[in-house]
């Protein structure tokens, strides 16, 4: 009997082909696959505790992109209290989602249960291939 993810769940992540779990690091925000070398399937990571990952909805984040730009000036205490009021209302609707079911083309988030940052993915210009992403922990 199989179950629908629901949003609130705790997930973690195995590379089946590669026998490895994907991980973070709160120390640094780096994320790693630890791919075992004898090519045989490990059923437990070695430390459960950083391969835990949240399902959450998209939050929003335009008032910290303006604040974000926005350097100095008049407005950006205002642009700080609006930034305070997106995390309120991401937190209340996260709450109010909290048990419903991901359904295939929802957006989702990632939350790293050990820090409480995003896997967020960027792209970067890599010294061997220009195709290459980057998958970091960033704050929501």
Known sequence: MSRTAKL?????????????????????????LDALSNGKTCPVPPNLHD??????????????????????????????????????HNQVDMAEAQGKDVAYGDVIQLE?????????????????ERSYYCILLEDG
């Open 51 to 88: 391969c835990r990952f949240r399902l959450h909805h998209q939050y929003r984040y335009a008032a910290l992109k303006a604040y974000k730009k926005s350097g100095t000036g008049d407005n950006v205490e205002l642009l700080r209290l609006q930034v305070l009021e997106e995390a309120k």
């Open 112 to 128: 790293h249960v050990a820090t409480g940052k995003f896997l967020v993915v960027k792209k970067l210009l890599a010294h061997t």
């Open 8 to 32: 609130g769940d705790i997930i973690t992540l195995h590379h089946p082909s590669l026998f490895g779990w994907i991980y973070a690091s709160g120390l640094d925000g780096s994320v790693y």
